[in-house]
């Protein structure tokens, strides 16, 4: 210890210098959910410090607090707050041991109060409750096995069997390729999928009745945007190709004219302008093919194989080797 000169290391506090303003990973995840939902900042240990409130000389202070509604949000850890469905009642509380789990309980349940006596509304949130929200609502990639029911009639979940991607209530069955009903209604694991799908697959799924039995892995994106990244090239094409298809039949009465158009802007999102809906077989064809090359390309395989005729005096290309 000759090398070290006095008060050259600097010692922190166990809880930091802040120590009074604590809260959890999962509280601030949630906070800054919240505050994306909200489209506003709210004020909380990472945002100003916590808001503090004093009632009849008792200083609370408030994990995070939007003065846009005056309402304070509360995340009560289940263990230091004595959540009733997560804990014994008559269990010791581990901080504070001198009271029980259910005495911490009215305590959280009498602070919430006391806030609410201020005018301020107060929500109140358990972590289990977060973390029951953040693993039933994943928003990402999720690598699962899933069970299909066993009568669905179009199946929405996919499968690669012999490069090819098949749509089946039984992967055994799929993959033996018999034309039979299937005999393993009762083994879940011979008809079970593993797959890698998107969560907005997962839902349809789930509402078609598939069962989730395993969650392997989630990627996790923060932030999402509805249409894609394609949404505007995609509209404009498709705008081309349907004013260029005509009408969908001869003769159509005004009436009949403008609900269609109605009915295409409602489910398409496009509007369309009825005198420049007439019928041209070239320029329908070249908005297609536009469409098509960008799908086409953007799922195309990088690792195919690419096939050259070379001479033999000919150098080989660069990274390539006989």
């Known amino acids: 210890m000759t090398h070290l ?85 008559t269990a010791k509380a581990p901080l504070e041991g001198k009271h029980t789990m259910e005495e911490m309980y009215y305590k959280t349940k009498e602070r919430q109060r006391l806030i609410e006596s201020t005018g301020i509304a107060v929500a109140a949130v358990w972590e289990h409750q977060i973390r029951n929200e953040i693993r039933n609502s994943p928003e990402g990639l999720i690598k699962c096995d899933v069970l299909p029911p066993a009568n669905l009639r179009y199946p929405v979940i996919g499968l690669r069997i012999n490069n090819k991607l098949i749509f089946t209530n039984c992967r ?22 593993h797959t890698t799908v998107t969560h907005v697959e997962l839902e349809v799924a789930i509402e078609r009745r598939y069962k989730v039995l395993k969650v392997y892995e989630l990627w996790d994106w923060s932030k999402w945007e509805k249409g894609g990244l394609f949404k505007d090239f995609v509209k404009s094409y498709i705008k081309i190709k349907q004013k260029a298809s005509g009408w969908p039949k001869a003769d159509m009465s005004a009436e009949e004219k403008a609900t269609f158009l109605s009915d295409h802007e409602k489910h398409v999102g496009i509007k369309l302008d009825s005198e420049n809906v007439r019928e041209n077989p070239a320029i329908r064809s070249i908005a297609k093919l536009q469409l098509n090359s960008v799908w086409g390309k953007m799922g195309q395989r990088p690792d195919k194989i690419e096939t050259q005729i070379l001479s033999v005096n000919d150098p080989l290309p660069y990274g390539y080797s006989l």
């Not at 506090?13 to 990973?25: A, D, F, I, P, V």
């Not at 055994?172 to 999928?193: D, G, L």
């Open 5 to 89: 000169k006095p008060n050259q290391i600097g010692i922190l506090l166990e809880n930091g210098y802040n120590s009074r303003q604590r809260q959890s990973k999962t509280a601030l995840q949630y906070l800054s959910w919240l505050e994306a939902k909200l489209g506003r900042p709210l004020r909380h240990k990472l945002n100003g410090g916590e808001k503090e409130v004093e009632v009849n000389g008792r200083k609370f202070l408030l994990d995070a607090y939007d003065p846009v509604e005056n309402r304070a949000y509360e995340i009560n850890g289940c263990i230091f707050h004595g959540c009733p469905d997560c804990t014994n009642p």
């Open 172 to 193: 055994s069955c799929a993959k033996k390729a018999e034309n039979v009903a299937c005999s393993h209604a009762s083994e879940p694991e011979k008809r079970s999928i």
